[in-house]
T-cell receptor, first 112, second 116 residues
Framework: GQQLNQSPQSMFIQEGEDVSMNCTSS?????WLWYKQEPGEGPVLLIA???AGELTSNGRLTAQFGITRKDSFLNISASIPSDVGIYFC????????????WGLGTSLAVNP | EAGVAQSPRYKIIEKRQSVAFWCNPI?????LYWYQQILGQGPKLLIQ????????DSQLPKDRFSAERLKGVDSTLKIQPAKLEDSAVYLC??????????????FGQGTRLTVV
């Protein structure tokens, strides 16, 4: 099935650094969702985006819906050890509104 | 508001045995999803219900997997017989989605299945 291109695949950073990850698609999306998954838990929704160009923040997290509607990015500012986890993007294809398409995830490790 | 409830959290079975997972979605959520997540990968949709009807089961291995949501609320996913490659975390999610369109999906903690 279709998948989103999510990058980077993994990141290892120092506490306090900023983090940026992104997702791209070959087709137009009308919703972008960013999730975080910690070991042994289900994904937790961080940010939902519904309009091209939309920029939304949730604490130290900021996500944007790309103006081409084919990409989205997630930034984490001033990372802390509890940011460790796998971050997934997911989106709704404009041509098939009923099925979430998932990225393969970005694994984040933070060195205290 | 209570989240998505799943049980059991963990299950270990031998290959060729059967197993069932249970999910109770967030109250009022019309859409319920079952995902399979293999270690190191993103969630893979197995089946999506809108109320008690199936919207998408294109990736459900129907020779061994079945799911039902008889009253449009809680749901069960069954595997019979299990294979080694079925070892994964099975995630249930729900969304409000009254109009047949996806909105934000909220996940349960998952059931970790190990087939030996």
């Amino acid at each position: 099935g279709q998948q989103l291109n999510q990058s980077p695949q993994s990141m290892f950073i120092q506490e306090g650094e900023d983090v940026s990850m992104n997702c791209t698609s070959s087709s137009i999306f009308n919703t972008w969702l960013w999730y975080k998954q910690e070991p042994g838990e289900g994904p937790v929704l961080l940010i939902a985006l519904y309009k091209a160009g939309e920029l939304t923040s949730n604490g130290r997290l900021t996500a944007q819906f790309g103006i081409t509607r084919k990409d989205s990015f997630l930034n984490i500012s001033a990372s802390i050890p509890s940011d460790v986890g796998i971050y997934f993007c997911a989106g709704l294809n404009a041509g098939n509104n009923r099925k979430l398409i998932w990225g393969l995830g970005t694994s984040l490790a933070v060195n205290p | 508001e209570a989240g998505v409830a799943q049980s059991p959290r963990y299950k270990i079975i031998e290959k060729r045995q059967s197993v069932a997972f249970w999910c109770n979605p967030i109250s009022g959520h019309a859409t319920l999803y079952w995902y399979q997540q293999i270690l190191g990968q993103g969630p893979k949709l197995l089946i999506q219900f809108q109320n008690n009807g199936v919207v998408d089961d294109s990736q459900l291995p129907k020779d061994r997997f079945s799911a039902e949501r008889l009253k449009g609320v809680d749901s069960t996913l069954k595997i019979q017989p299990a294979k080694l490659e079925d070892s994964a975390v099975y995630l249930c999610a729900s969304s409000y989605n009254k109009l047949g369109q996806n909105t934000e999906a909220f996940f349960g903690q998952g059931t970790r299945l190990t087939v030996v």
